[in-house]
């Protein structure tokens, strides 16, 4: 593929105009990609970070866990007959430090089990993020609903709901703070979903979607790294079928000397994959050390598996654009580019 | 011996309602070796019959002959692959690629030939048929940077570096000043000879006649002598 090449030397400025804008829509594309992943994860690690299983909530609740509250009897025997099922609450709260400065937190508190933080009473495990905040182990936390002390029993990473970071605390506590005795929910891990009565069942990513808010971000921003996909398809069509319009005097005469038509399509595909591969690197590059520096604060997230999926359909739609604009080249009679260029 | 028959060969254009017959029968033999002129007066047909002697348009009527094979029966494919190992084209202008040295130009014909030679013999005889048309110093320049001389004799070796068996040239000297015109013509003839191609020239240019074996005129789409 000489021939492609060369001419990429040969008009350099062309196909680095075009590099370029790939370039920025795809950093684009991975930035808002990774704010996607990042929002996603401060709005819902907690959930996210569970494996596959089913959600059980109350019937009546309106498919909202807040208005959920799973009778006893059903968590009873539930709980017998999965041994790896849970019962869990969340709810949303804050806690004062010895400085009486409030930090909003989601108490999460659960049954026995592997898939949260156990703590005794009395006790409490904070997201780490509270300890950015300042908060150490054996701190004393307090709550106005609670008549006894918290004590801080250590961190967790990656523990957040709802955007506030996790608090994780014994069940008879959390009992006393939000003056409920039943619990929110049963999540039992595993493929088979066991069908339970008075109770609705979730997958995970349904149970990720009734979170308020979760829904309505992840949508507007996949939306957005979705559109900027399918505008770099676009620039890819308009860029060669530009380029080829151009040269439809030359791709007549390759013709004319017995040029396969496939070789010329060759030839698009070509520098196609020169432009995307290159353009893609740089934003890989980038977004990655972004990532470094990017604000505290900002919840930014980009996994390597999420930037080759994006950069994989960024060479699937680009090979689909400079195909499309391809197929006036198939329309292009020798004769007619031998004519013009003489006219 | 004849390596190339255009046997009754018509063709009618359709605009809009008005059908026009531009061939109405044309029958020419080419010899091999030879340089055929095809003269006659704007609009004759000339363009029209080479072209599609070329494989470059289909005939609406008749036979065209090559190597016993009869070449309006044949398919697209067929026929493109005729166009590249075995045809060789020379047009008004050179065509050249804007973005290939000339050295590259050839090499681009014999890729697209699949002349299935080894690297080294492919350069050497780009490097020959550079000596030949006396173009070996310029190998590495881009076509902007010749004059229409320079530029058509590179076209010349690029219709010729595959070896083709008949070489198509369609005014080869309209772009040229007389001195630079009969350069080619005479580069033609040569390479006509030692090659044994079978030359099918169209020209306007009187001067160029004394280059043909064989001179054919064109009225009105027939062949008048
Ligand atoms: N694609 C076409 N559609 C309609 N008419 C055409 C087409 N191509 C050629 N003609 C007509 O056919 C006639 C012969 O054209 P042709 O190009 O073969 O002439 P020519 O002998 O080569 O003339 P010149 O010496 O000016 O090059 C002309 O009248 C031209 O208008
Ligand atoms: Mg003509």
Same mark, same amino acid.
Request: charged share 20%; proline share 3%; glycine share 6%.
């Given at each position: 593929?000489?021939?492609?090449?060369?001419?990429?030397?040969?008009?350099? *400025?062309?196909?680095?105009?075009?590099?370029?804008?790939?370039?920025?829509?795809?950093?684009?594309?991975?930035?808002?990609?990774?704010?996607?992943?990042?929002?996603?994860?401060? !709005?819902?690690?907690?959930?996210?970070?569970?494996?596959?299983?089913?959600?059980?909530?109350?019937?009546?609740?309106?498919?909202?866990? !807040?208005?959920?509250?799973?009778?006893?009897?059903?968590?009873?025997?539930?709980?017998?007959?999965?041994?790896?099922?849970?019962?869990?609450?969340?709810?949303? $709260?804050?806690?004062?430090?010895?400085?009486?400065?409030?930090?909003?937190?989601?108490?999460?508190?659960?049954?026995?089990?592997?898939?949260?933080?156990?703590?005794?009473?009395?006790?409490?495990?904070?997201?780490?993020?509270?300890?950015?905040?300042?908060?150490?182990?054996?701190?004393?936390?307090?709550?106005?609903?609670?008549?006894?002390?918290?004590?801080?029993?250590?961190? @967790?990473?990656?523990?957040?709901?709802?955007?506030?970071?996790?608090?994780?605390?014994?069940?008879? !506590?959390?009992?006393?703070?939000?003056?409920?005795?039943?619990?929110?929910?049963?999540?039992?891990?595993?493929?088979?979903?066991?069908?339970?009565?008075?109770?609705?069942?979730?997958?995970?990513?349904?149970?990720?979607?009734?979170?308020?808010?979760?829904?309505?971000?992840?949508?507007?921003?996949?939306?957005?790294?979705?559109?900027?996909?399918?505008?770099?398809?676009?620039?890819?069509?308009?860029?060669?079928?530009?380029?080829?319009?151009?040269?439809?005097?030359?791709?007549?005469?390759?013709?004319?000397?017995?040029?396969?038509?496939?070789?010329?399509?060759?030839?698009?595909?070509?520098?196609?994959?020169?432009?995307?591969?290159?353009?893609?690197?740089?934003?890989? *590059?980038?977004?990655?050390? +972004?990532?470094?520096?990017?604000?505290?604060?900002?919840? +930014?997230?980009?996994?390597?598996?999420?930037?080759?999926?994006?950069?994989?359909?960024?060479? @699937?739609?680009?090979?689909?654009?400079?195909?499309?604009?391809?197929?006036?080249?198939?329309?292009?009679?020798?004769?007619?580019?031998?004519?013009? $260029?003489?006219? | 011996?004849?390596?190339?028959? /255009?046997?009754?060969?018509?063709?009618?254009?359709?605009?809009?309602?008005?059908?026009?017959?531009?061939?109405?029968?044309?029958?020419?033999?080419?010899?091999?070796?030879?340089?055929?002129?095809?003269?006659?007066?704007?609009?004759?047909?000339?363009?029209?019959?080479?072209?599609?002697?070329?494989?470059?348009? #289909?005939?609406?009527?008749?036979?065209?002959?090559?190597?016993?094979?009869?070449?309006?029966? &044949?398919?697209?494919?067929?026929?493109?692959?005729?166009?590249?190992?075995?045809?060789?084209?020379?047009?008004?202008? #050179?065509?050249?690629?804007?973005?290939?040295?000339?050295?590259?130009?050839?090499?681009?014909?014999?890729?697209?030939?699949?002349?299935?030679?080894?690297?080294?013999?492919?350069?050497?005889?780009?490097?020959?048929?550079?000596?030949?048309?006396?173009?070996?110093?310029?190998?590495?320049?881009?076509?902007?940077?010749?004059?229409?001389?320079?530029?058509?004799?590179?076209?010349?070796?690029?219709? /010729?570096?595959?070896?083709?068996?008949?070489?198509?040239?369609?005014?080869?000297?309209?772009?040229?000043?007389?001195?630079?015109?009969?350069?080619?013509?005479?580069?033609?003839?040569?390479?006509?000879?030692?090659?044994?191609?079978?030359?099918? &020239?169209?020209?306007?240019?009187?001067?160029?006649?004394?280059?043909?074996?064989?001179?054919?005129?064109?009225?009105?789409?027939?062949?008048?002598?």
């Amino acid at each position: 593929m000489k021939i492609a090449w060369k001419e990429m030397k040969k008009s350099k *400025a062309k196909f680095l105009i075009l590099g370029s804008i790939i370039f920025l829509v795809s950093f684009l594309t991975f930035i808002i990609s990774g704010l996607a992943n990042g929002l996603s994860q401060d !709005n819902a690690a907690l959930i996210k970070d569970l494996p596959a299983g089913q959600f059980y909530l109350d019937e009546d609740a309106n498919q909202t866990y !807040n208005l959920s509250k799973i009778d006893e009897d059903v968590q009873k025997k539930t709980l017998a007959d999965n041994p790896d099922a849970t019962a869990f609450s969340i709810q949303m $709260g804050f806690v004062n430090d010895a400085e009486d400065k409030q930090h909003s937190v989601a108490f999460v508190t659960s049954t026995d089990s592997d898939l949260f933080q156990n703590v005794r009473e009395g006790e409490i495990i904070l997201d780490r993020t509270l300890e950015d905040e300042g908060i150490k182990v054996g701190d004393v936390l307090t709550n106005n609903q609670f008549s006894g002390e918290f004590v801080v029993k250590g961190f @967790v990473d990656q523990q957040k709901y709802s955007h506030a970071p996790v608090a994780f605390i014994q069940m008879k !506590n959390y009992q006393e703070i939000y003056r409920v005795m039943e619990m929110q929910a049963i999540f039992i891990p595993g493929k088979d979903a066991p069908t339970i009565s008075g109770v609705e069942s979730f997958s995970n990513k349904e149970f990720l979607n009734a979170i308020p808010s979760y829904s309505a971000e992840q949508m507007s921003l996949n939306m957005i790294v979705w559109f900027l996909v399918i505008i770099s398809g676009m620039l890819f069509a308009i860029f060669f079928y530009m380029m080829n319009v151009q040269k439809i005097g030359l791709y007549g005469i390759l013709k004319a000397i017995g040029m396969k038509t496939l070789s010329l399509f060759r030839m698009i595909w070509y520098q196609m994959i020169v432009i995307t591969v290159v353009a893609l690197a740089l934003s890989i *590059a980038l977004s990655q050390g +972004f990532s470094i520096v990017a604000p505290e604060g900002m919840p +930014f997230h980009l996994t390597l598996d999420t930037v080759f999926m994006l950069s994989g359909v960024f060479l @699937v739609v680009g090979f689909i654009g400079a195909t499309i604009s391809g197929f006036q080249i198939k329309k292009i009679e020798p004769l007619q580019a031998i004519q013009q $260029g003489e006219m | 011996m004849s390596a190339f028959t /255009i046997d009754e060969v018509k063709k009618t254009f359709t605009n809009g309602e008005i059908e026009e017959e531009i061939l109405k029968g044309v029958n020419l033999t080419l010899k091999e070796g030879e340089i055929t002129a095809l003269v006659g007066p704007s609009g004759s047909g000339k363009s029209t019959i080479l072209t599609i002697a070329a494989g470059l348009q #289909s005939a609406s009527g008749g036979e065209i002959i090559f190597e016993g094979k009869d070449m309006t029966k &044949m398919s697209q494919e067929e026929i493109r692959h005729i166009r590249a190992t075995d045809f060789g084209f020379v047009f008004q202008s #050179s065509h050249l690629v804007p973005f290939l040295t000339v050295e590259e130009q050839l090499q681009l014909m014999l890729d697209v030939s699949e002349t299935k030679t080894s690297k080294k013999e492919q350069s050497k005889a780009i490097e020959e048929i550079l000596k030949l048309v006396d173009m070996e110093h310029r190998k590495d320049a881009y076509p902007s940077s010749l004059s229409g001389g320079e530029r058509q004799r590179v076209a010349i070796a690029r219709a /010729i570096i595959h070896r083709p068996k008949i070489l198509f040239a369609d005014e080869p000297t309209a772009s040229l000043d007389t001195k630079r015109s009969k350069d080619v013509m005479e580069l033609l003839q040569e390479l006509t000879r030692t090659l044994h191609l079978t030359t099918l &020239m169209v020209t306007h240019d009187e001067e160029m006649l004394p280059y043909a074996d064989r001179i054919i005129t064109m009225r009105d789409g027939y062949i008048v002598e």
